[in-house]
């Protein structure tokens, strides 16, 4: 199993940045694809990016040349670089593994933490 704990979340204005970080717990961390999330209030939760482990990545169009996802296997930490923050991007940002291929479909993924806000102002 891995246990899952998000930081880095805050209130910025249009066109700032946030780095999130994602601490895993369990000595498998590196077995695992693993990805971030958002869900905004009133809306589905979708997926953000995805990297697997041969380093593979997903991203969703919307955040496609502003996002950028990385891990690092020996601290068991992945991270999500947020530059050219947008206000639609105001959400709460979850980590997620699972031991399946790269994906951002929600339902492949077994394991969440639990959370971290990210509220852009313009």
């Known amino acids: 199993q891995v246990q899952l704990a998000e930081s880095g979340g805050g209130s910025v204005q249009s066109g700032g940045s946030l780095r999130l970080s994602c601490a895993a717990s369990?000595?498998?961390?590196?077995?695992?694809?693993m990805a971030w999330f958002r869900q905004a209030p009133g809306k589905e939760r979708e997926g953000v990016a995805a990297?697997?482990?041969?380093?593979?990545?997903n991203y969703a169009d919307s955040v496609k040349g502003r996002f950028t996802i990385s891990q690092d296997n020996a601290k068991n930490t992945l991270y999500l670089q947020m530059n050219s923050l947008k206000p639609e991007d105001t959400a709460m940002y979850y980590c997620?593994?699972?031991?399946?291929?790269?994906?951002?479909?929600?339902?492949?993924?077994?394991?969440w933490g639990q959370g971290t806000q990210v509220t852009v102002s313009s």
């Open positions: 369990g000595n498998t961390y590196s077995r695992y694809t």
């Open positions: 990297i697997d482990r041969g380093g593979r990545i």
């Open positions: 997620a593994a699972t031991p399946s291929p790269v994906s951002l479909h929600v339902s492949w993924y077994n394991y």
